[in-house]
């Protein structure tokens, strides 16, 4: 049976031991509870260390890492403030690695720090705005601690029994919650051009922010939209609710919108409340490439920091400072690329740092997330280059007609050797 207490009365001292590692659960789905107590009582259990994906709390800076050292797949979130400080260990990964990697103990997991809603009748909770690797931290653990917190949603998926959870902490707080991005023009003509690859029927993947959401803004035209995503946001909610996103001519899940993680507002969350029409999934099934390889017509949408002249993506880092991670990028671009009638699209604006410096660069000056072998389309504020099939000649051409005109003469002249030589 588990230990009940509330959040005043948890001490961490009687379940954790030195050293243990954690897996806590992420994004709007962070314990925030089990958070506070492992920063103020970490420290005198020594030698802790922890793994997030996301984060987007605030609650993990630099001075929470005296307590326990943090590691994560990218610098996602709240989390970038940690890399500025070099306080965050990255681990590059796919998003559908992670399960396999705490099951496999690569990614230790001696205690799961997870967010559930209240019990159902039957003693089942579920587990609210996430689903992603949280099941599998749940199997690998030693010690499950549960924050139980009554404003957070019941939404269906997997569910953990009461008899799983060893220690249940009561609380009742707003979980966190992320706040549609403002949408700007540049948002608003990439979205243009993406949303000309989204027909009637097409099954979804995006992400949250300004540039997604600019996407979903201009598909209430279209008719029977499915999703099957990582994560979803606000966005979903007017879709489903002007009767865009039906799930209807999906082969698999029809009628039902798969995802693994809601990040957003509480408008989302009471939508998602008990609402059969979505479906909380692992990262096992959202991101398994079998299942994707099911699905006609899926056009996934990512962003990127920058792309170079033959097509790799960097969506990790600029230079020295860490800013995104590798995330589901690569999972989905190869799914859609490969869907019958899909696509695949890295949406970006064509420059950074107010003008000064392009996107489409003769070079990454980061690691490259996503093969160029890989890429499909990718789209900015000035069009879409089809890459998909083309040489690296052609490529650098297509290119640089979607970059900046400001950068089109020295881009031209970076790619003078690859037309010339052909590679």
Do not use: W
């Not at 997604?212 to 007017?238: C, F, Q, T, W, Y």
């Not at 056009?299 to 002249?309: H, K, R, W």
């Not at 083309?390 to 400001?406: C, F, G, K, N, V």
């Amino acid at each position: 049976m588990a230990v009940v207490t509330d959040a005043a009365g948890l001490d961490l001292r009687q379940f954790l031991r030195r050293g243990d590692r954690i897996v806590i659960g992420q994004a709007c789905g962070e314990p925030s509870t089990l958070i506070d107590a492992l920063i103020a009582q970490g420290r005198d259990i020594g030698e802790l260390s922890a793994f997030i994906a996301t984060s987007f709390s605030g609650q993990l800076t630099p001075e929470a890492a005296d307590s326990f050292a943090i590691s994560s797949m990218g610098a996602i979130g709240a989390l970038r403030s940690l890399t500025a400080a070099h306080r965050l260990s990255v681990i590059p990964a796919h998003v559908s690695q992670i399960g396999p990697m705490i099951e496999q103990g690569i990614i230790g997991c001696d205690v799961a720090f997870v967010q559930v809603s209240p019990a159902d009748a039957d003693g089942n909770h579920s587990f609210g705005l996430i689903s992603d690797h949280v099941q599998a931290a749940v199997a690998k653990a030693r010690v499950v601690i549960a924050e139980v917190n009554d404003q957070v949603p019941f939404t269906y998926g997997e569910l953990l029994p009461a008899a799983r959870i060893d220690v249940a902490v009561q609380v009742s707080r707003p979980p966190v919650e992320v706040a549609p991005a403002k949408i700007g023009p540049t948002d608003e003509a990439i979205a243009r051009f993406a949303a000309a690859y989204i027909g009637d029927g097409a099954v979804l993947q995006t992400g949250v922010g300004a540039t997604p959401d600019a996407i979903l803004r201009l598909l209430h035209d279209r008719k029977d939209l499915g999703v099957h995503s990582g994560m979803l946001g606000d966005g979903l909610v007017e879709l489903v609710e002007a009767g865009v996103v039906t799930n209807a001519r999906k082969a698999i899940d029809t009628g039902v919108s798969i995802n693994g993680a809601l990040i957003g507002t509480r408008r989302l969350y009471d939508f998602a409340h008990r609402n059969p029409l979505i479906r909380m999934c692992a990262t096992s099934y959202t991101h398994d490439a079998a299942v994707l390889a099911r699905l006609e017509r899926l056009v996934t949408i990512n962003s990127a920091m920058e792309v170079d002249l033959t097509g790799q993506v960097n969506a990790e880092q600029s230079g020295s400072t860490y800013l995104g991670g590798t995330g589901g990028q690569v999972d989905f671009v190869r799914a859609g690329a490969r869907s019958p009638g899909g696509r695949s699209i890295i949406a970006l604006p064509a420059t950074a740092k107010g003008g000064k410096l392009s996107r489409i660069a003769p070079a990454l000056s980061g690691p490259v997330t996503t093969a160029r072998s890989d890429v499909d389309v990718i789209v900015t504020e000035f069009g879409a280059a089809e890459l998909k099939g083309q040489t690296l000649a052609e490529r650098t051409r297509r290119l640089i007609a979607i970059a900046h005109p400001d950068f089109r003469e020295e881009l031209d002249r970076s790619a003078h050797d690859i037309q010339r030589r052909g590679f």
